[in-house]
């Protein structure tokens, strides 16, 4: 396979000579089926993606070559996805040097069109976004531009998240503000009702309110029903029936 063959020109006199590796990494990675994913056609299949962060570690590329990965997406609806190949601590060129690493990323869709990419950085995180669509497969192409540096990296793929912060307060006169003087409530359960029925079923994410009665959710982007556990002889002030006894809210992808 002369393709992968190393090449030796001479640059002047007979003692001086150049060497180039023109295509190191033809079976690199020790990862994924196939191990070697130098071709969209071999591309590692990383399987579906529900949301929950896929990890494909260990692997390695050096510059003319590309490694491919394919996933399924079958988050509900349409969704922001990240795709992050990540450099290990100590490898690579550090920036500046005369080689520096410079991994990046393309998304592409089953027709090998661009939807995103990382346009290829120094940074030892390369990130690229867009757009995932329920039940789409999706390409994922990593490349370098150091010539002859083997570049080490983690891929991972993501869904952006959100943090909802609030306080479950004793509401003392009852007007639905938390006034001076108004203590906040430990020990509540705050939950997610994924499908709106009112109580907090198995799987359903759920926190408890801290010493000062204050609580933290991360959540992805779409639509959440934010509702609290309600002990018996207690009645809510805010939101109140009025509002489903819940809070409705929307969290975008910064």
Do not use: C
Not at 40 to 57: E, K, Q, V, Y
Not at 228 to 237: G, I, R
């Amino acid at each position: 396979n002369t393709a992968s063959v190393y090449k030796v020109g001479i640059v002047g006199n007979d003692a001086q000579y150049q060497l180039r590796v023109w295509n190191p990494d033809v079976n690199d990675d020790s990862t994924g089926s196939p191990a070697n994913n130098n071709t969209s056609g071999t591309a590692t299949n990383l399987g579906p993606f529900n949301g929950t962060t896929i990890s494909s570690p260990n692997h390695t590329i050096s510059r003319p070559d590309r490694d491919y990965f394919v996933f399924n997406n079958v988050v509900p609806g349409t969704s922001p996805v990240e795709i992050r190949a990540v450099m290990p601590a100590g490898t690579g060129a550090a920036t500046g040097a005369n080689s520096p690493t410079n991994l990046g990323v393309r998304v592409r869709d089953v027709n090998g069109v661009i939807l995103a990419t990382s346009n290829g950085t120094t940074a030892d995180v390369d990130l690229a976004s867009f757009q995932a669509a329920n039940g789409q497969p999706y390409l994922i192409e990593v490349y370098s531009g150091s010539v002859g540096q083997v570049n080490k990296y983690d891929l991972q793929i993501t869904q952006p998240t959100a943090t909802v912060t609030g306080f479950k307060y004793l509401d003392v006169n009852g007007d639905g503000f938390q006034d001076w003087g108004e203590p906040g409530l430990q020990g509540w359960t705050i939950f997610v009702d994924a499908d709106d029925d009112g109580n907090l079923d198995s799987g359903e994410v759920s926190v408890t309110t801290g010493s000062d009665g204050s609580y933290s959710l991360t959540l992805p982007p779409g639509n959440h029903v934010i509702r609290e556990v309600l002990p018996t002889n207690w009645s809510q002030t805010y939101p109140g029936s009025a509002f489903g006894n819940a809070h409705r809210i929307a969290v975008s992808a910064s």
